[in-house]
């Protein structure tokens, strides 16, 4: 089982000055540490439960071409790009460029968006959860059709109309950019994930919860004859130990999930300063979750 790092704070001592050297040094601790995943949230504003809108907010994919730049072997990823925050083509379009200037270490994570303040207060529309749904899936159309070079449009669906769907140059990931969607919706994301995507990430909620979600994304790949096991597993770890930097705790919480084909345990600092964490309790977590398999 490999490990993660999705880095989510950025009220750095140093205040803004300092972020890019903090971040520099992330990527260097992570890969160091043996990290095979770093990602960074998208959002417009910061989570209630990071501080708040008035808290330090970082643009995810200009900190994603940063961490590239700063990085070598570690998959980069946005941990979930909300499908209303930019237009498909557009997304498709900063994906391959993430991809090709990583070298093809991207991951287009994506998921139908929630936060609603956050569209409210940068004037983005925000539309009902149903639409949101129904234009994830234009957007993963869009995105899969800009990456096949023998279609270059146009596309025609419901909410988005492209002339051209011309992305030039290609990524350099073969076929494409891994797709990632986020969540553990039931009916609808998980679906989605059968249909689309490369690889799912829910919440390590529990042993038993995982496996239930996971049996229904098998049932989904049976019924769009899907491989189920060409689609990568994560979970995202929010636990207390990995927190208080309690190994011991922490390996007890992840033995649950060893044998539920969870490819990536990612976790997530509750601090601003993520490069002396990763060193102090990553590097030893991804020790012990290798000897876990």
Partial sequence: ????????????????????????????????????????????????????????????????????????????????????????????????????????????????????????????????????????????????????????????????????????????SSPHPEIMIGGGGEKKTLRLVARYGDACNLFATSPEEVKHKLDVLRGHCASEDRDYDEIRKTVTYTGEPAHEGDLEAFTRDITGYTDLGIDTVILGPRVGEPAAWIERFVAPAVQRLAGLD
């Avoid at 968006?113 to 159309?141: I, M, N, Q």
């Avoid at 270059?152 to 909410?159: A, K, L, S, T, W």
Wanted: hydrophobic share 40%.
């Fill in 1 to 172: 089982m490999r490990v993660g790092v999705h880095i989510n704070r950025f009220d750095h001592g140093g205040g803004g000055p300092a972020l890019g050297a903090e971040l520099a040094a992330t990527g260097a601790a992570a890969e160091a540490a043996g990290v095979s995943w770093l990602s960074v949230m998208d959002h417009y504003f910061q989570m209630e439960f990071n501080g708040g809108a008035e808290a330090p907010m970082l643009e995810a994919y200009t900190t994603l071409g940063y961490l590239a730049a700063h990085t070598s072997t570690v998959r980069l990823g946005a941990l979930v790009t909300g499908v209303t925050y930019r237009h498909p083509g557009l997304l498709a379009k900063i994906a391959t460029s993430l991809d090709v200037l990583s070298g093809g270490r991207a991951t287009l994570g994506i998921g139908a968006a929630w936060y609603d303040r956050e569209h409210s207060g940068l004037g983005v529309p925000f539309p009902p959860l149903k639409e949101r749904f129904e234009r994830l899936e234009e957007t993963l159309r869009i995105c899969l059709q800009m990456w096949d070079p023998e279609n270059n449009g146009p596309f025609e669906g419901e909410y988005y109309r492209l002339a051209e769907t011309l992305c030039v140059p290609a990524p350099v």
